[in-house]
């Protein structure tokens, strides 16, 4: 893979600012992704045990706060457009492959163990702190919203109070 | 002026917007590099600090052009969504995802991008990211109770820290700016190379210069609102502005014969106009004229506005913020509300003399101080009735 494809980190970070302040702008909120993770696993309890989901604090209190299909929600919609838009943007720069990436010095099962692992955590994580690196962090900075803030320094501080502990998955 | 949802784009509308918004930012992520986990995690180990670069460009930019929509009067702050503060979720949170980053390689957005183009580990970390909500969702009793402690409301960091908000974000600017610039040194002694991204020095340095004198600029020019605050704060200035005024009567006339065109906005404390309202006013404060619902009102075509307070001055003060802010057909009480009071709600109908005639004004008056308090007691029965049914803008909601 040549690494000098991909955009200018400043052009590109100019660009998905932009974004974000044209979303603000339109809709009055920010960019978000872990919000659509969120609505796709209450759909799924609702309709594998419906009587679960009617007795469960947790999901009473979100279709509380959300009304209709819990997938007929802005970050569905916008997270459903991301999947094509990143395809479209491998198609172009050539990139659209199966593969499992992995340090070299790792297997195949530890990686799959680990990302498991990792999205299980910042799954997790991300409902505790209302939101992740998008919903929380980044269109927390743009509005400058103190929970925002501090979301996004324990996020980026946490990594790397933590990073000597797993460099082996790494490097 | 924005937010443009709802009033302007309709909720289904939204949906399409959410769709063609998440279409341009997956295809950001994935032609940054976001796809790759290697790329990602090489921020915690020094090698690959694109994230950042990224991440801390795009954050000014949008925070600086939120400033400035604001500034300029085009986006109303007060109706964006700003993500609530509860301190321990948001540390305890945000740790738990650090660790979720470092070991999984992808935060959820990334994680998107990645599957799109076919990674393999990124379509388990999305799982992985499905189980971690089921766990939260289930456990939610157990977790609820640090979830909601320590509420601190939709705060914002400079009202958090007791600074301004030019100054908060000229600091952000300076730490991302001082930040591109250490880590592209790091990264260099890490890989033992430059990075070949970064061959034009000048260029990047024109560049953070640049936005060294973006951040300046934002700290130094005035906001728009500071600015007529200021203004109107200047006695003098308010004296010899030159508007129209309305006296007592003219207002009690104009009530009585239930002027359509007539629209009142009243800037006494509300328990005061709780008390005593005239009929079909506004209760309002001098900040709710920058408001977008309040300016929505106010900007009805072919209407009369007239500002009223305790005294002539603070009504005209407010006519004046009014007119500067670009309104047309203001007027202000002339005496203010003391003098409606003296001259016609408690007005003292002289003791007829039959062979003395009345001045007209008096006249008018003598029939004013019956008629005015009854259409005060009949609104006020009446508005007490639809209060129920007022409509406010409300904040947008969002997040995660």
Redesign the interface.
């Known amino acids: 893979m040549d690494n000098n494809n991909y955009m200018n980190p400043y052009l590109a970070g100019f660009f998905l600012g932009l974004l974000l302040l044209g979303t603000i702008y339109i809709t009055g909120r920010g960019l978000g992704a872990s919000g659509a993770i969120k609505s796709v696993v209450v759909t799924a309890v609702e309709t594998v045990a419906p009587s679960h989901t009617a007795n469960t604090k947790f999901y009473k209190e979100y279709s509380e706060e959300h009304s209709g299909s819990p997938l007929k929600n802005w970050l569905v919609f916008e997270m459903a457009g991301a999947l094509i838009g990143a395809f479209f943007s491998g198609l172009i720069s050539n990139r659209l492959k199966f593969t499992l990436e992995h340090s070299p010095k790792i297997k195949s099962r530890t990686r799959i163990a680990g990302a498991l692992i990792g999205g299980t955590l910042f799954g997790f994580g991300a409902q505790l702190g209302r939101g992740c690196t998008s919903g929380a962090a980044l269109s927390g900075m743009a509005v400058l919203s103190t929970g925002g803030l501090i979301t996004m320094a324990f996020i980026f501080g946490g990594a790397y109070a933590f990073a000597y502990f797993f460099r082996k998955l790494w490097i | 002026m ?4 709802p009033e302007i ?1 309709g909720n289904e509308l ?20 976001f ?5 990602l ?1 090489g ?3 020094g ?1 690959d600090f ?1 994230v950042l ?11 600086l ?2 400033i400035a ?1 604001n500034h300029f009067g ?2 109303d ?1 007060s ?9 321990w ?34 379509m ?15 456990g ?2 157990v ?2 109770g ?2 909601k402690s320590a509420d ?1 409301g ?7 820290l007791g600074i301004s ?1 030019s100054l ?2 000229f600091l ?1 600017t300076f730490i991302a700016v001082f930040a ?1 610039w250490v880590t592209t040194i790091i990264e260099q002694k890490v890989n033992g190379k430059p990075n ?2 970064f061959k034009s020095k000048p260029l990047y340095a024109s ?1 953070a210069i640049l936005a060294i004198l973006m951040g300046l600029t934002a700290f130094i020019m005035p906001d728009r609102k500071e600015s007529m605050m200021n203004k109107i704060n200047d006695t003098g200035f308010v004296k010899s502005y030159t508007m129209n005024s309305m006296d007592s009567d003219e207002l009690a006339f104009r009530l009585m014969y239930d002027d359509n065109k007539l629209r009142i906005w009243d800037l006494r404390l509300k328990k005061d106009y709780d008390k005593l309202s005239l009929p079909g006013s506004h209760n309002i404060t001098m900040q709710n004229l920058f408001d977008n619902a309040t300016s929505k009102l106010l900007y009805i075509e072919g209407k009369i506005n007239i500002f009223i307070a305790e005294d002539e001055l603070l009504s005209k003060k407010a006519g004046v913020l009014a007119s500067e802010l670009g309104l047309n057909n203001v007027y202000y009480l002339k005496g203010g509300m003391n003098e409606f009071y003296s001259s016609i709600l408690n007005f003292k109908c002289p003791v007829l003399n039959p062979n003395e005639k009345l001045s007209d004004t008096d006249r008018f008056r003598a029939e004013a101080c019956n008629a005015v308090p009854q259409l005060i007691k009949d609104y006020k029965k009446k508005h007490s009735a639809d209060s129920e049914g007022n409509k406010k803008s409300k ?6």
């Open positions: 924005g937010p443009l949802v784009i939204n949906f399409i917007v959410a769709f063609l918004i998440g279409i341009a930012f997956g295809f950001i992520l994935e032609q940054a590099g796809s790759t986990s290697k790329k995690v921020l915690f180990y090698y694109t670069r990224v991440f801390f460009t795009a954050g000014i930019t949008a925070m052009g939120v929509l085009l986006l702050v109706l964006i969504y700003i993500n609530p503060t509860f301190l979720s948001a540390i305890i949170g945000g740790a738990i995802m650090g660790l979720g980053f470092v070991i999984g390689g992808y935060c959820p957005g990334t994680s998107v991008a990645g599957a799109a183009i076919g990674k393999i580990d990124a388990f970390f999305i799982l992985g990211s499905a189980v971690g909500v089921l766990i939260f969702a289930e939610y009793p977790f609820e640090l979830y601190w939709n705060v914002r960091a400079f009202d958090s908000q908060f974000a952000l591109f070949p991204e560049l904040r947008a909601l969002g997040g995660c």
